[in-house]
């Protein structure tokens, strides 16, 4: 999974800190640093890390950003970019900001939105519910995955039966998803003339809901 992905680019960067050399500064001053190119290196690589698993506006990169603009390669302050660091894999570690691959999903799906509702516009119904249905499940399902439900090989309907019996949709969120099946099932066994074009746009605008609420963490 993405997520699995990125917990081994943390831990591998947290290791090869450590390799990064230290040298003491000579004629009698006092303290270290670090040789240009072996610290910029390994804050390079991290700075990328934190922007892909937190977004350019997140604290943890926007002090990065700024602790690296800052840092000529002494000591303290390459030891400064590193506890940055290591506050990011902490934070991503519990979870406490986000779950990187919702966002990504997210995103990933909001094309597909963006698609549906332009041949939705252009008069292809069909292949709007089609684009549109396609999003609403697999959202869904990744939706229910990231959260610890057994979904893979469910249908539209166990999926939503799990998500409401689990209380991850609630509310008025809850009472749209009901009608959601069965326009998919319509949909994906092309039975056209039982879809309308105000039934696509429900789903359109169901989907774009829930990305918003479930997939997008500032």
């Known amino acids: 999974m993405l997520r699995d992905t990125f917990a081994r680019r943390f831990t591998e960067l947290e290791a090869s800190f450590s390799s990064i050399p230290f040298k ?65 894999k902490e934070d991503f570690e519990g979870g406490y900001l986000f779950d990187v691959e919702l966002r990504v999903s997210g ?52 999926v939503v039966n799990a998500l409401k019996s689990s209380g991850l949709v609630a509310g008025a969120q809850k009472t749209l998803l009901d009608a959601m099946p069965r326009i998919r099932n319509l949909a994906m066994h092309a039975d056209w003339d039982k879809i309308a074009e105000p039934d696509v746009s429900s789903v359109l605008g169901f989907v774009e809901q829930f990305l918003l609420s479930k997939f997008s963490h500032g």
């Open 107 to 158: 995103e990933v799906f909001g094309d597909f939105i963006a698609l549906a509702r332009k041949s939705l516009a252009e008069g292809h119904k069909d292949v709007a519910a089609v684009l549109a249905c396609a999003a609403l499940e697999d959202a869904l399902k990744r939706f229910a995955d990231v959260n610890g439900l057994a979904v893979g090989d469910k249908s539209m309907q166990e």
């Open 24 to 88: 003491s500064h000579s004629r009698g001053i006092p303290g270290s640093y670090v040789p240009d190119g072996q610290w910029q290196k390994w804050a390079t690589s991290t700075q990328s890390l934190i922007r892909a698993a937190f977004g350019e506006l997140s604290p943890h990169y926007q002090n990065f950003v700024n602790a690296y603009k800052e840092c000529g390669g002494s000591d303290s302050s390459v030891r400064t970019l590193n506890a940055l660091f290591l506050s990011a």
